[in-house]
């Protein structure tokens, strides 16, 4: 299957977990001739199935599911505590004495990878690790192309060896989570137009190009450095379509110069969002928090209570560097001005 023949237009919708990308976003994407993404990582197979049959009740276009690859954690109950005290300043904030312990830290990618099979959407995309190359060949014998998530040329080297369709060149400027899975996250520094040509440069199959691309303009120049498509996440994050907190999705639109940064303390990975009250007060400690997904379901209780009351400065606010250009608007009208800004030149 050649993956650029599935969609019209060199762009992708960048897939946000946490409920952002809904079907309504993910059809209406497809039906303007780019590739609508589903991000199917904190979903469980009851769930993906759902989704799923709700998008293809709006479209009978391509479109693109995406994972986190991981393996379910078993944290003893001691490191668990610990990972609690340092929460303590934030819930303590919230009114809370203590924090709840998660009924579960994530969903069993095996399941989920067993249920993408069933759904056979046209390309899936995986992230935070690589699949083995039969795991690869499973997807292409059910006849979905497959795309990983690079920040090193080591990483798509890797995923070209593991027989990859293609590859998502992340960029230090990209929001929400980095996809690094050779080396330290804090080692994958290139930005988006210091990685594309290199990886363009080593590997022999598409590279699509994320990280800061907000308009037509960056999208050519993505083209010219070697990209075949971009994926834009927080473009479409403030779209109509969204699904985000309407506080969240306010934030993005009036961020101004307010900064982006990276940070492990929501999560237990470096992700990328607007800077606030709980990135500041757990500056100091964020290197010692459980690695993902502990940290992020130990914090869910907290992000969810923040929602409840409409707080953005206890909720994470992914976000790429470029937020301030971020325009609201539904979603086939940005694919539509991105395409008209694309021609302007």
């Known amino acids: 299957m050649e993956l650029l023949s599935l969609f019209s237009h060199p762009i992708i919708q960048g897939p946000m977990a946490g409920g952002s990308n809904t079907p309504e976003q993910v059809a209406a994407v497809s039906n303007a001739g780019a590739l609508g993404s589903l991000a199917g990582s904190l979903l469980s197979p009851d769930a993906l199935r759902s989704q799923v ?3 293809r009740a709006l479209t009978d276009r391509p479109f693109l599911i995406n994972f986190f690859v991981q393996g379910t954690p078993s944290p003893d109950a001691a490191s668990v505590e ?3 005290t340092l929460l303590k300043p934030v819930y303590q904030e919230l009114g809370w004495s203590e924090l709840p312990t998660p009924a579960k830290w994530c969903e069993d990618f095996a399941a989920q990878f067993a249920t993408l099979l069933e759904l056979r959407p ?3 995309s995986f992230t935070f690790d690589i699949l083995s190359p039969v795991q690869v060949a499973s997807l292409h014998a059910a006849g979905i192309a497959v795309i990983g998530t690079v920040t090193t040329i080591a990483e798509a080297l890797a995923w070209q060896a593991a027989g990859a369709d293609a590859v998502v060149a992340s960029g230090v400027e990209a929001g929400g989570h980095r996809g690094t899975f050779i080396g330290a996250q804090k080692d994958a520094t290139l930005t988006t137009f210091e990685l594309l040509p290199s990886v363009a440069a080593a590997v ?3 590279v699509i190009a994320a990280g800061g691309i907000m308009d037509g303009k960056d999208i050519q120049r993505a083209l010219a450095a070697g990209a075949k498509a971009v994926q834009m996440g927080t473009a479409f994050l403030v779209t109509n379509e969204s699904g985000i907190h309407p506080a969240y999705k306010q934030a993005l639109l009036t961020a101004g110069e307010r900064p982006t940064r990276q940070t492990r303390a929501f999560s237990g990975r470096y992700a990328r ?3 606030n009250r709980f990135m500041r007060v757990m500056a100091d400690v964020e290197l010692q928090v ?3 997904p502990v940290q992020n379901a130990l914090t869910g209780s907290i992000r969810a209570e923040a929602a409840r009351r409409g707080d953005t400065e206890w909720m994470s606010l992914w976000c790429g560097s470029s937020v301030n250009r971020a325009r609201g608007m539904p979603a086939a009208r940005l694919v539509e001005t ?3 800004e694309m021609k302007a030149g």
């Open 53 to 55: 049959a709700a998008i």
């Open 82 to 84: 610990a990972a609690k």
């Open 122 to 124: 046209a390309v899936a």
């Open 204 to 206: 022999r199959i598409p």
């Open 273 to 275: 969002g607007l800077e």
């Open 290 to 292: 459980p690695a993902y």
């Open 338 to 340: 991105l395409l008209k």
